[in-house]
């Protein structure tokens, strides 16, 4: 089975912290997303990875930044965390072909910003 | 681009009925469709996916049916049971080399005794 996991479950830093938020999958699967999910919103895409080193601007970039430098890891880095960005945040992979999209989800860190 | 959106944000149903979570897309030219389930505290986890070459998939106790004609998207869930409580929701996508899912806002499905 695919496993993504992600590096806690619960986080609590101060209003302007560096946060680093680290997702890892086992499945050797060239994409890789980071969405934030909000009551009433959904889960909308922050940041997608689709090779080493290559990413893409999702819906809601502004205040986020990314990383990949190995395949099976996937890093969202909030460079100055602000209270509005207090949410789960949900890791996802997937592979592409067959005309499949499935994305496989981590179980989420919710984070909070004081 | 996609839009999806949800006719109903709950459902509760009484255990052993049968449940139906409905969704709407915008693009005609989504060609793959997934419904999630989130238990609380819990990452999204694939239910069942279908392509737009079928109108209907069967799972166990659960079915997808696609109408592509208005653009709709239906989860039904036979003999509901408690363990079926959970946020549903579909998620669309362009597919070809467009690898992005774009979410509907789900479902709290409620399953009472």
């Known amino acids: 089975d695919v496993k993504v996991t992600q590096s806690s479950r619960y986080l609590v830093k101060r209003t302007g912290e560096k946060v680093f938020l680290e997702c890892v999958q086992d499945m050797d699967h060239e994409n890789m997303f980071w969405y934030r999910q909000d009551p009433g919103l959904g889960l909308r895409l922050i940041y997608f990875?689709?090779?080493?080193?290559?990413?893409e601007k999702g819906d809601i970039p502004e205040g986020y930044s990314v990383s990949r430098e190995k395949k099976e890891r996937f890093s969202l880095i909030l460079e100055s965390a602000s209270t509005n960005q207090t949410s789960m945040y949900l890791c996802a992979s997937s592979t592409p072909g067959q005309g499949r999209n499935e994305q496989f989800f981590g179980p989420g860190t919710r984070l909070t910003v004081l | 681009g996609e839009s999806v959106g949800l006719h109903l944000p709950t459902l509760s149903v009484q255990e052993g009925d049968n449940s139906i979570i409905n969704c709407a897309y915008s693009n005609s030219a989504s060609d793959y469709f997934i419904w999630y389930k989130q238990e609380s505290g819990k990452g999204p986890q694939f239910i069942i996916d279908i392509r737009s070459n079928m109108d209907k998939r069967q799972g166990q106790r659960v079915t997808v049916l696609l109408n592509k004609t208005v653009k709709h998207l239906s989860l039904q869930i036979a003999a509901t049971q408690p363990g079926d409580s959970a946020v549903y929701f579909c998620a669309v996508s362009a597919g070809g080399s467009n690898y992005k899912l774009t979410f509907g806002k789900g479902t709290l499905l409620t399953v009472n005794p």
């Open positions: 990875s689709y090779d080493v080193k290559m990413k």
